[in-house]
């Protein structure tokens, strides 16, 4: 008995190892690439290869993110941004699955509208910057407009997609055991449709901060678009580099964060 539970414990404490080692060569990757990158980076600029004022040091970007944080600059534009694309986003995302899932199942709306809808898809979000100024002004109401709009379409097309191309035979099994068309419909074609939904939701997320930054770039008084726009205007590219590595680290934690979540509320289709 003694012999079976020191080879449980050995066991679990090699699985332990192999899941510790596993995550170290995953963090130690991206490490990796962004190392060999900022190498290269500081080889071109201290060989003099780029006029500074056109591509900045990495010194000089560190020290010009390190200003605006430190006159509060920084931490002002970020809480705006935020509260906007958080905004858009769960404005988006409501009423993209709410129509994917309308769209996906019943024919006469999906005849009325996916014809409409399939349209609108190539409008980029920078196109729609001057008609939301029309309509709703330079305030926050055209802000949300254009990020609601672009993250809508994507959700709305990832969960119209899934709900679509729902295995017959799931529905056809669900029929057979008497299910009624409720239950059918929560406890089948949402879980069956739910990778898809979430899929979309990820997509979402990364699209709300791009149509931040066209929303932003016209319009607005404060947020990180708005001051890109006015370190390109005082030509302070150290500023314009500190601002897009803050959107992408912004952006890949948010987008980490969502897949995380999306593979726990959809464990089943891991793997």
């Known amino acids: 008995m003694s012999d079976a539970r020191d080879t449980d414990r ?4 090699a699985s332990g190892l192999a899941a510790g080692l ?9 490490l990796i690439s962004f190392a060999f990158v900022l190498a290269i980076w500081t080889a071109v600029t201290e060989a003099g290869l780029v006029p500074e004022q056109i591509f900045p040091s990495p010194l000089s970007v560190w020290q010009a993110g390190a200003e605006m944080a430190a006159n509060g600059t920084l931490a002002r534009d970020l809480a705006v941004s935020l509260r906007r694309a958080a905004t858009g986003f769960v404005i988006g995302t409501g009423l ?3 129509l994917g899932l309308l769209t996906g199942r019943v024919a006469l709306i999906r005849t009325l509208l996916n014809p409409f809808l399939t349209l609108l898809r190539p409008i980029p979000a920078i196109a729609l910057v001057p008609v939301a100024i029309v309509w709703f002004g330079i305030g926050e109401g055209s802000k949300y407009f254009v990020i609601s709009y672009t993250v ?4 709305w097309f990832n969960t119209h997609h899934g709900m ?12 057979s055991l008497g299910a009624s068309r409720l239950r059918e419909f929560v406890q089948v074609v949402i879980p069956a449709a739910a990778p898809h939904i979430v899929a ?7 699209l709300a901060f791009l149509s931040l930054v066209a929303a932003e770039l016209s319009g607005a008084s404060s947020g990180l678009g708005y001051r890109l726009q006015e370190a390109r205007q005082y030509i302070r590219t150290d500023r314009m580099f500190a601002l897009l590595i803050i959107l992408g680290a912004l952006g890949a934690v948010v987008d980490l ?3 995380w979540v999306g593979t726990k509320l959809v464990h089943w289709q891991q793997g």
């Open 10 to 13: 050995a066991a679990r404490g």
């Open 164 to 175: 679509q191309y729902i295995p017959e035979i799931y529905l056809r099994a669900s029929r």
């Open 257 to 259: 964060a969502v897949h």
């Open 96 to 98: 993209g699955i709410t």
């Open 22 to 30: 596993t995550g170290a060569a995953h963090l130690a990757r991206p």
């Open 200 to 206: 979309g939701i990820r997509l979402g997320v990364a």
């Open 152 to 155: 809508f379409l994507t959700v």
